[in-house]
C-alpha cells in the first residue's frame, strides 16, 4: 500500500470575482521513501494541493470540494482538527515558501525549533534545545548554539530559510512537503540542502513532495514528476519518461526554458502568453492558447484527460494541435543531475 494516495482532489477559493478552481482534479500516488517533484508555473495549483493535504486552505474562501488524500491508510481530508494536530508537524512536516512569513518575529529560533519536539515526544526541553543545535548545524548555520537564541529579524533570507528546512526535518516525519525549499538560498547551499534531505530519506524511508520551478533539481533528485498547469496535471511519470520522452507540449515548452539548454548567444526560449485564468470556464486544452504547435481546430467540450502512453507515463490527450513530430530529447547527452540549480528563464 502507498503511503500517500491522492484521488481526485479538487480545492476552489470562493471570491466575489468568482469560483477560483485551484485544484481541479488532481490524482497521485508516493510510496514510503520516494520523492515526487511537483512542477509548473507560478499559478498553476502546486502549492494549494501541497496545503490541500495538510488542510490549510483558509475556510472561506477556501473548500476542498472534493476528493481523497489517504496517508498511511488514513483520509487526511475526513479528519477532525485534533487528529491532524498529532499528525501534522510529526509525521508530516513542511517547509512553507516564504520563511518571513511562516517564522513568529516575537519568539527566538530556539522556542520556534522545540515547539514540535515538545508537543509530539516526551524530550525534555534540555534535549530539545540539543536538538535544535545539532539540527541548525546539519543545515549549515554556523554559531548554531549562539544563533539558536535570536530572533528571526537577525538572520538572512537564505538563513531563515535553513532554519525552515532545520524545523521541518527536526521530528523525522515519514511525508516531508517542500514548497520551494531552495528558494532564497545560493547553488552551493542548495546542494548541500538536497543531499541532507536525500540522506533523512535513505536513512529514515522519508517520503517527499518537492514543489520547485527549478527543472534541474527535479530532475537530479526526484523518482516521480507531476506536470501541472491551470490547476490540472498536464503529465505525470518517473523523471526518466518526463524528461527524456516528453509528450505533452507543455512539457517541452517548460524544457525548452531551461537557460543551459540555450545556444550561446541566442535569446532564451520563453513561453508566449499568460498562464489561464481558472476563475472562468476553459474549454479544451488549457494550454491551447499558448501552445507553440499548429493548430488543428478551435478548443471545445470538456478539458482533456489524462491517458496512460504506458508503463504508467500518462499525459492529458489533446487534441486541438499537431504534435505529432518525433519526440526529440531535450536534455542533453548528460547526467540530468548537472543541470541542478538551472532556473526556468
Known amino acids: 500500500m502507498a503511503l500517500l494516495e491522492v484521488s481526485d482532489l479538487r480545492t476552489s477559493f470562493h471570491t466575489r470575482g468568482g469560483v477560483v478552481r485551484a485544484v481541479d482534479g488532481v490524482s497521485f500516488t508516493l510510496d514510503k521513501g520516494e520523492t515526487l517533484g511537483i512542477v509548473g508555473e507560478s499559478g498553476s495549483g502546486k502549492s494549494v494541493t501541497c496545503y490541500s493535504l495538510m488542510k490549510l486552505i483558509p475556510e472561506p474562501p477556501g473548500?476542498?470540494?472534493?476528493?481523497?488524500?489517504?496517508f498511511d491508510g488514513q483520509d487526511l481530508l475526513q479528519m477532525s482538527p485534533k487528529q491532524l494536530r498529532k499528525i501534522r508537524g510529526n509525521r508530516i512536516s513542511m517547509i512553507f515558501q516564504d520563511p518571513m512569513t511562516s517564522l513568529n518575529p516575537y519568539l527566538r529560533i530556539s522556542t520556534q525549533l522545540i515547539e514540535?519536539?515538545?508537543?509530539?515526544?516526551?524530550?525534555?526541553?534540555?534535549?530539545?534545545?540539543?536538538?535544535a543545535i545539532e539540527a541548525l548545524e546539519e543545515v549549515g548555520i554556523p554559531g548554531a548554539a549562539q544563533r539558536v537564541n535570536q530572533y528571526p529579524h537577525e538572520f538572512s533570507g537564505g538563513m531563515r530559510q535553513r532554519v525552515m528546512i532545520a524545523m521541518a526535518l527536526i521530528t523525522e516525519p515519514d511525508l516531508l512537503i517542500a514548497d520551494e525549499p531552495t528558494t532564497a538560498l545560493d547553488v552551493t547551499v542548495q546542494a548541500q540542502i538536497l543531499d541532507i534531505i536525500k540522506e533523512r530519506q535513505n536513512r529514515l524511508g522519508t517520503a517527499v513532495i518537492l514543489v520547485t520551478h527549478d527543472l534541474?533539481?527535479?530532475a537530479g533528485t526526484c523518482d516521480k514528476v507531476n506536470v501541472m498547469y491551470g490547476g490540472k496535471l498536464m503529465e505525470s511519470g518517473t523523471a526518466?519518461?518526463?524528461?527524456?520522452?516528453?509528450?505533452?507540449?507543455?512539457?517541452?515548452?517548460?524544457?525548452?526554458?531551461?537557460?543551459?539548454?540555450?545556444a550561446k548567444g541566442e535569446n532564451l526560449y520563453t513561453i508566449a502568453g499568460l498562464p489561464p485564468d481558472v476563475s472562468k470556464p476553459i474549454h479544451g486544452c488549457a494550454f491551447y492558447p499558448r501552445c507553440p504547435y499548429p493548430k488543428t481546430g478551435a478548443p471545445e467540450g470538456d478539458r482533456?484527460?489524462?491517458v496512460d502512453a504506458g508503463d504508467g507515463h500518462c499525459f492529458a490527450d489533446c487534441r486541438f494541435c499537431d504534435s505529432s513530430a518525433p519526440i526529440e530529447t531535450v536534455l542533453p547527452q548528460k547526467d540530468a543531475g548537472d543541470l541542478a540549480g538551472e532556473e526556468l528563464a
Not at 63 to 70: D, K, L, Q, V
Open 304 to 306: 482533456p484527460q489524462l
Open 216 to 218: 534541474g533539481v527535479v
Open 63 to 70: 473548500r476542498i470540494e472534493s476528493g481523497t488524500a489517504f
Open 116 to 131: 514540535a519536539l515538545r508537543i509530539h515526544t516526551n524530550i525534555d526541553k534540555k534535549a530539545a534545545l540539543k536538538k
Open 240 to 262: 526518466e519518461q518526463v524528461f527524456y520522452n516528453a509528450i505533452h507540449p507543455y512539457t517541452r515548452s517548460l524544457q525548452k526554458t531551461i537557460p543551459s539548454l540555450q
